[in-house]
């Protein structure tokens, strides 16, 4: 008769068993329940949960603490924007150390506050299975709390490290130290950094140096001229097989070679950092002021040529630019010209570039495709099948691209990589302190427009170049006329006739379309007009 009335009570809703019974009253405990609410709080707003237990005066210091630091970003962010508090802080390592220590010592304050109130909440006579309950509950909102700020130590780290890295050698191609003293063109009026200098002028350069190769080869050269002002920007490119190239008086290679460097095909602008070099080598006591002797020989001949100051320069490794394009995930590109990619190229009899046909290579063909860091570099390099300037014309749509599709989410996954390859291939001689003031500046360009001049075989003479009239159309673009006013004649056009407006809708003779579809002439033009 028991067995059947346990039954009964089994089968009409009574516990299984003695665990799932102490389970029901471990959760029908209301003491239990609040420790668990109190505790979730504490994990919501630091140290809020503890206003509901003993230790409410230590929640109230919590509290203040945490509603204090939030007012204080939240309103430095909105009284200098988003963005411009983002670049800030990005470029000032010191305010990023700060962060760092303040978002670790935060988070343990935070951790001690959820673990504090579980302890100071918790049943007098917890049973064993709401004890697991409460110490569960804390350990999972310990780690919630705690892995944002691991994360957070991580990319300000990974980002501290790469800024010094880049700002380290004073512009030293793999240089670890030892570079010349970077001087600064930022003015002293907070309110206006740049009012004493209109435009400023940076050389970037691409360092094509390998071990199959002697030296460093600058086979990209651009410099860019930004209008502090404005922030419009031109960009100006210069070919790797320059020759006759004008040497300053006052650089030592003068004493080597007189006023110009001139010996044919073998006396190339790409070649002058390796030249420094070795002058450098030959007569130390000619450089005993410069520990960068091919930087500052580039950047004082390409002053020379294009007859403007060069205020800094920033070097990339083109080698870790394929760590950099496999760090963003790829590459999208709208190849215009069939390129192969990978193989061994070999100079013929003629002095021409061939590409070996028994190497193992492949075609890329025209057309999109998304890169990979070996491809896009490759992509980037190649002139076997095509010439110097088509290479620059591809290396300037390569930076337009990588620039295009840096997504913030992208930014956000990938970051210790994407600013790890940085660190690892870029540095500059702008001085560190600067930052700042360049992040500003920044904001400005990306909102402005931006020309390129790129100077080939198609507007000079590569052989024997006229550096008065480079000079010139340096001056123009950067210096450009005023548009003309519209003749009078153009306001009669307006009320022709209805059968001449029509005959202006026709389609152009073949010839006139024609035009329409021909290479770029390599004027002054929009950056991305030739990656289209």
Known sequence: MSDSRGTSERGSGAPASRSEWLSRQSWADP????????????????????????RRRLGLVIVALALVALLVVGGYALTNGLTTTALQTAADTGRLRAIAVVLVLGTLVWVSGIALTALSSAPRRPTSGGRAALVTLTA?????????AVFGVRYITAHVDAVDKVFSSGGVVGGSGGGATPTSVVGDDPDDPWKDLPRVNVMLLGSDGSDAREGTRTD????????????????????????????????????????????????LMNSIWTEAEATAEEHPEWYADDPTPGQTATREVLSGILGIPIHHTVIVNMEGFADLVDAMGGVLVNVQERIPIGGRTFTDANGTLQLDQTSDYEWLEAGSHRLDGPQALAYSRSRVTSDDFSRMRRQRCMVAAVVDQVEPMTMLQRYPQIIGAVGDNVVTDLPQEDLDEWAGLVLQVQGATMSSLPFTGANIDTVDPNYS?????????LNPAPAPEPPPEEATATSAPEDEAQETTEAPPEEAAATTSEEPTDELEDVGAVCG
């Open 31 to 54: 003491s239990l329940r609040r420790s668990l609410g109190l505790t979730t709080l504490s994990a919501v707003v630091p140290g809020s949960g503890l206003l509901g237990t003993p």
């Open 140 to 148: 999972v909102l310990c780690l919630a709390v705690t892995a944002p």
């Open 220 to 267: 990209t050269m651009i410099v860019a001229s930004i209008d502090t002002e404005t922030g419009d920007s031109v960009l100006f490119s210069i070919p790797r097989n320059l020759q006759r190239i004008p040497l300053p008086r006052d650089n030592p290679l003068h004493r080597v070679h007189g006023p110009v460097y001139d010996c044919g095909d073998q006396c």
């Open 469 to 477: 009239q480079i000079r010139a159309r340096v001056y123009e673009a």
